[in-house]
């Protein structure tokens, strides 16, 4: 079969290529490496992880908030494997939701590992280890990423774990440690936390989510703080042991020499992930990586090799499976004539726990280090009326803007719905919009988005009306 355009890997990135492509009129394949198609994304990454986030922010809302609303229950109970269950079954219809909108974009589907024989023929693996070749014009690479593991940590799969095998686990462990305070190590351990697991966090920076805004870092750790959640920070993890029933965690702080060993039932690491380009067969193309894995890509999302682009976690960026789905639209516009654009300042971030962590553009470090000038509006959660009366007063919003243009530089916010919220700043960003235009905007009353409103003000005129 001969094709315009192959994709390899059939996460958010490549799925959504596929579709852009076939309704460009490309004539399209996907190959996925696994049975179900979705990717990390969707069989093992965001969607079963907030699956099990939702359920468990129920469970701990009925445990903790639910009387102060009035509402009152008795011998509450949590069913572990029926909320796995749950998340498995939701896993189920987003997959099946992507095979058939690839039913309906008429995208052919090959299911085993795709590699390159050359550059325009790709060998398809099948799990039985029968093989075709597939010939194409172009090839879209969107093979995602897989957890990092260092040998000195010791995944086993059993008692030392991934993300991967934590979304699987059907009794609930009465003791965690989690290497990496970054968003993955953080969704899951408030996941366990709230269903009642002492989790402890070992990270080797200063602070939770290095990277991102000082004050949403600080907040955060402060209500994990109150749930339960331990930190060990400035930590280096020397080793981890997993044996039938434990897993031994030795560490030692950065200020010093001492060393501490913890025994728990299960150590998840959460260090991060690499580019996953195995069995791919670069050698029989002229595609490079750089020092880090990355396959290295020009302005157009193209390799070294005409006629090859690389997407999402494979090639340099934040690894985000709305990063990925935008340049797969972008390569798939590209390869057809037309002249489209991805802002990568413009990418928001999303940290899923309760209440949630959301950014856009440049944090006050970045504009520091740059020396851009610039103006804050921060405003508490606690001082609207929508938050006291749902019960959601944690947290803030804060907005940066440049000191002489008021053009809106970064926001960053931590609140509940904040995920949502953040698409209000991204959309005025990408029209260069002024704190004052956010600041005049009529916010509907009461929600949560008038807090944007009026960090907007605190950050125009410092005159905010409600604090």
Known sequence: ?????????????????????????????????????????????????????????????????????????????????????????????????????MKKNKIDVYHGIGSFADAKHIKVTAADGSESVLETDKTIIATGSKPVTPAAMGYDKQRVITSTEALNISSLPKHMVIIGAGVIGLELGSVFARLGT???????????????????????????????????????????????????????????????????D???????????????????TGVQVDERGRIIVDEHLMTNEPGVYAIGDVIKGAMLAHKAEEEGIFVAETITGQKPHVDYNLIPGVVYTWPEVAAVGKTEEMLKEEGIAFKTGKFPMRALGRSKASGDTEGFVKVIADQSTDEILGVHMFAARAADMIMEAVALMEFRASAEDMARISHPHPTYTEAIKEAALAATDNRPLHS
């Not at 299960?266 to 029989?284: M, V, W």
């Open 1 to 101: 079969m001969k094709y315009d355009l192959i994709v390899i890997g059939s996460g958010p990135g490549g799925y959504v290529a596929a579709i852009r492509a076939a309704q460009l009129g490309q004539k399209t394949a996907i190959i996925e490496k696994y049975n179900t198609l979705g990717g990390t994304c969707l069989n093992v990454g965001c969607i079963p992880s907030k699956a099990l986030l939702d359920s468990s922010e129920h469970f701990h809302q009925l445990q903790h908030t639910f009387e102060e609303h009035g509402i009152r229950a008795q011998k509450v109970s949590l069913d572990l494997k029926q909320m796995v269950a749950r998340k498995t079954e939701v896993v189920a219809q987003v997959c099946d939701g992507v095979q058939f909108l």
């Open 198 to 264: 002492q989790v402890e966090v070992v990270e080797y920076m200063d602070k939770i989510l290095p990277g991102m805004d000082k004050d949403c870092s600080r907040e955060l750790m402060r209500s994990l703080k109150k749930m339960g959640m331990t930190f060990h920070l400035s930590h280096e993890v020397l080793s981890v042991k997993g044996t039938k029933t434990k897993a031994k965690i030795e560490m030692k702080s950065r200020k010093g020499d001492e060393t501490t060993v913890i025994e728990s």
């Open 266 to 284: 299960y150590c998840l690491i959460a260090i991060g992930r690499r580019p996953y380009t195995d069995q791919l067969g670069l050698e029989n």
